[in-house]
């Protein structure tokens, strides 16, 4: 198990730009692989990006492609999520899990992001 305590969300107009970082705790963070995952009002949760143990696989949906950057610290065991050029379709809650074998089973608490017209 490895507790997930995300931060970085909060109000912004379209085109802006916001960072989320997730904190997790304890000494097995490289054994991961992490994922942003967001789910907006009455929508399925959907992966935004994952990311390998390595770091060196990444993969976006289609929609954050060009605008998201995924990225991971191994000395600080952070993950971020860099989000440019943000649209009111990216309004969300957003999560950050962490999985073995493609299962994610390890949640934070989520963060807001919403983004204005």
């Known amino acids: 198990q490895v507790r997930l305590v995300e931060s970085g969300g909060g109000l912004v107009q379209a085109g802006g730009s916001l960072r989320l970082s997730c904190a997790a705790s304890g000494r097995m963070f490289s054994r991961y692989a992490m994922g942003w995952f967001r789910r907006a009002p009455g929508k399925e949760r959907e992966s935004v990006a994952t990311i390998s143990r390595s770091g060196g696989n990444i993969d976006y949906a289609d929609s954050v492609k060009g605008r998201f950057t995924f990225s991971r610290d191994y000395a600080k065991n952070t993950v971020y999520l860099q989000m440019n050029s943000l649209k009111p379709e990216d309004t969300a809650v957003y999560y950050c899990?962490?999985?073995?074998?493609?299962?994610?089973?390890?949640w934070g608490q989520g963060t807001q992001v919403t983004v204005s017209s």
């Open positions: 899990g962490a999985g073995i074998a493609g299962t994610y089973d390890n």
